[in-house]
């Protein structure tokens, strides 16, 4: 199609042809006929250039982190025919922005790159749906479809911890740890009537005695050797700008605290309380670790209930294929609340170790944290020996989530 020069340059050729004629001025005629012809010309040749093209692009580094440099290079290849001296990609980044990309030819291949600076931490989709080309004077140009998108992932930032702020025994933090070097097991859950046609093994003797009717143990599985942590993504709590969010500082804890636990061989499993329930399990030898930190880049705050109705369903019992049956709990949360402080002192009353991250939301948003009921809660965790870690805006994630940092004061304002 002709461009506005090119609409323009047709016209002013015409303009002067009309005046050439009234005035009878004949040398003007090779003019108007050269200022017509030319956009003409020019649509003919971006025309017969016109044929199926290839995209292809890379990303550096091939690991993207939060915060850092993306640069993106774009190959634009024809499947056959002439490659044009240079042309010009509309690239949509889905959610941020759009970039224009200058093309230009290298040998058979036209070669474009642009940067993202400071990207944030998420899953982004690159798409271009057309390149267009023009003549050497701008006069005509064609679009080409080549609808390629991709798939950008940007991974949390990771802090390395020394050590585990729960780790409240030795500085080693082996008496932390002495729970998940126990084998798996059964614990005593309640005391019932006999029914007939169950096993004489499970008989509670004591009880029988003391009833004067067979009673029998109650037992649930209780998991000693592995450890989870909890990612509250509580659509309601996220405070801040998008890459600087409580959220986003909720995902960094997470996966620092996840990756201190594969570097020591644990098992564990990551649980995103979201708009569904999903777990990703870690074996000792780390091997789906980058299954891990994909869900942890693509993770979003979607959750419509409060993280406290969930641990409620998993302290009565509902919901045991995605039940938290770690030995060891984090919980990552933004919204603590005195209903989830309870759930976390039932968790611990069934031997479990459980901890808190406590993203502190507000000074995200830039405002002071007053008091009320999350801190209240946090207070009410930590005197009764739960652990309890503090990340402000701006703060150590590092300092805050490792052995050397467990301040009683972090949980006060």
């Known amino acids: ?50 044929q199926p093209m290839r995209m292809r692009r890379r990303t550096e580094p091939v690991e993207l982190v939060e915060g850092g440099t993306v640069a993106v290079r774009v ?20 959610g941020v922005q759009e970039r224009v990309v200058q093309l230009r030819r290298q040998g058979y291949v036209l070669h474009g790159a642009y940067e993202l600076r400071g990207a944030p931490r998420g899953r982004f989709t690159l798409e271009a749906r057309e390149v267009t080309f023009d003549d050497p004077f701008g006069l005509a140009e064609v679009a080409i479809d080549v609808h390629r998108a991709d798939t ?90 998008r890459g600087a969010s409580s959220f986003d500082e909720q995902v960094r804890a997470a996966a620092s605290l996840l990756q201190r636990m594969v570097s020591l061989g644990q098992r564990c499993s990551l649980v995103v309380h979201g708009a569904s329930r999903q777990r990703f399990r870690i074996q000792a030898g780390g091997g789906e670790w980058a299954g891990v930190m994909a869900a942890l880049a693509a993770v979003e705050p979607d959750a419509e209930r409060p993280l406290a109705s969930m641990l409620r369903d998993l302290v009565s019992g509902s919901g045991a294929a995605e039940s938290v049956d770690a030995a060891r709990l984090f919980v990552v949360t933004a919204a603590p609340s005195p209903g989830l402080s309870d759930r976390l002192l039932a968790l611990r009353s069934s031997r479990r170790d459980v901890a808190l991250v406590w993203v502190d939301a507000p000074t995200y948003a830039g405002r002071e ?41 972090a949980v006060h304002a």
């Open 1 to 50: 199609m002709l461009t506005g020069r090119g609409k323009w340059t047709i016209g002013v050729g015409l303009a002067l042809y009309v005046v050439a004629w009234g005035f009878g001025t004949t040398a003007l005629f090779p003019v108007a006929t050269g200022l017509v012809a030319a956009p003409l010309i020019a649509l003919g040749w971006v025309r017969f250039m016109r």
């Open 75 to 94: 190959e634009v290849r024809p499947d056959a025919g002439t490659v044009p001296a240079q042309g010009m990609l509309v690239e949509r980044i889905v």
């Open 152 to 241: 950008l992932l940007v991974y949390p930032r990771i802090s390395r911890l020394d050590g585990l702020f729960s780790d409240t025994g030795a500085a080693s933090g082996d008496e932390g740890r002495a729970l998940l070097h126990r084998t798996a097991g059964y614990d005593l859950h309640s005391i019932r009537d006999f029914q007939q046609g169950e096993s004489l093994r499970r008989v509670h003797w004591r009880s029988t005695a003391k009833r004067r009717k067979l009673m029998v143990k109650e037992l649930i599985e209780t998991p000693r050797d592995e450890a989870a942590v909890l990612l509250d993504a509580d659509r309601m709590a996220v405070a801040g700008p």
């Open 369 to 409: 944290t007053r008091p009320g009921p999350e801190q209240a809660a946090t207070l009410q965790l930590a005197a009764a020996g739960i652990p309890v870690a503090r990340l402000v805006a701006g703060g150590d994630v590092a300092g805050a989530l490792s052995a050397t940092a467990i301040r009683k004061e």
